[in-house]
């Protein structure tokens, strides 16, 4: 009984991870897991688009941001950001792109300078939105890590 059990074990563990291995959104094994090493991802660091930046400390994105040659776009739901997003920042929910972003593409050229951003670490959101904008010929996207909750510590402009 103990064999037929093991067997049974041993081949639920291999039809489970092939089932994972070939679905469309089956968890990647090798994630980045850490905090401290940046975003909190299932991906590989190679599956990630490599040609955004990330900005690892907030102070870079602030001077950005002074620069006013940047648009900061805010990746979180409509809730969140009317509760509160960098100031003059602009609002395309990950969750709606398809909805919005042909009216962002007629607000905004491809050669704008972007900076995305969502909640932190712990979302990814700010790198989704990145790689959609990617996908419609951005090509100078970069993604404030750490997000809205690290901007409004340092006491940067907020609305």
Partial sequence: ?????????????????????????????IGQWDETQGVITAMARNDDISGNMEINDVVIAKQLYDTKKFVFVDARSDE????????????????????????????????????T???????????QLAKLLEGFGY????????????????GFPIE
């Fill in 139 to 154: 090509e100078q996207v970069n993604i404030m890590i750490d997000g809205y909750p690290a901007w409004q510590e340092r």
């Fill in 80 to 115: 969140d950001y009317e509760e509160g997003h960098v100031k003059g920042a602009v609002s395309l929910p990950i969750g709606q792109f398809d909805e919005l972003i042909f009216s962002f593409l007629d607000q905004y050229l491809t050669d704008t300078m972007i900076v």
């Fill in 1 to 29: 009984m103990i064999k037929e059990m093991a067997i049974i074990m041993v081949c639920s563990v291999v039809a489970a991870f092939a089932v994972n291995y070939f679905s469309p959104v089956g968890v990647a094994l």
């Fill in 117 to 127: 951003y969502c909640s932190g670490r712990a979302c990814d959101e700010s790198h």
